[in-house]
T-cell receptor, first 113, second 115 residues
């Protein structure tokens, strides 16, 4: 049973527009959420995270929103740039239990010129 | 800093062969992890280690073994390779700060095919 779900396998967005990547989770005990970015033939790299005590975290062009009641988080990229084309993994953990990270299947983002 | 390095980058094995995937980190991280990523899937944790001499199973440990004799190295051993072990393998490391593990840093991966 998938505890972290990314229901959109791919997403295409025009350069300069906003990219919104969505993620749902089922385990209400998750208290820490992360987004990783992955280019082909490379390992994932950490992008941004959010603790369950917050509902928003911003880092430059990247903002993560957390809606605990809906068990939903989203990553907003504004404005989208060609270098943002990559696979984005949503991930979650129970930091107060064992810190193991559970990953979603990923969403491939294509930024169109 | 080289970060997390993995060797080899690619490998083709025959069914029943064995091999060791190497992973080394130079960040003095105490936590290290092995993941596998199958096509169209997320990363699944195989084994992890919280320090030299201590290892534990993750979500999908069957068919694999690990050891952690030093802080830097965390090799993954495949015994009796099977086609189901065809995957991309990622090693990662993280430090431990204020009661929690910090961000995980990943290596570039090893693409393994078992025929």
């Amino acid at each position: 049973d998938q505890q972290v779900k990314q229901n959109s396998p791919s997403l295409s967005v025009q350069e300069g527009r906003i990219s919104i990547l969505n993620c749902d989770y089922t385990n209400s005990m998750f208290d820490y959420f992360l987004w990783y970015k992955k280019y082909p033939a490379e390992g994932p790299t950490f992008l941004i995270s959010i603790s369950s005590i917050k509902d928003k975290n911003e880092d430059g062009r990247f903002t993560v929103f957390l809606n605990k009641s809906a068990k939903h988080l989203s990553l907003h990229i504004v404005p989208s740039q060609p270098g943002d084309s990559a696979v984005y993994f949503c991930a979650a953990s129970e930091r107060n239990r064992d810190d193991k990270i559970i990953f979603g299947k990923g969403t491939r983002l294509h930024i169109l010129p | 800093n080289a970060g997390v390095t993995q060797t080899p980058k690619f490998r083709i094995l025959k069914i029943g062969q064995s091999m060791t995937l190497q992973c080394t980190q130079d960040m003095n991280h105490n936590y290290m992890y092995w993941y596998r990523q199958d096509p169209g899937m997320g990363l699944k944790l195989i084994y992890y280690s919280v320090g030299a001499g201590i290892t534990d199973k993750g979500e999908v440990p069957n068919g694999y073994n690990v050891s952690r004799s030093t802080t830097e190295d965390f090799p993954l051993r495949l015994e009796l390779a099977a086609p189901s072990q065809t995957s991309v393998y990622f090693c990662a490391s993280s430090s431990w700060t204020a009661g929690y593990t910090d961000t995980q840093y990943f290596g570039p991966g090893t693409r393994l095919t078992v025929l």
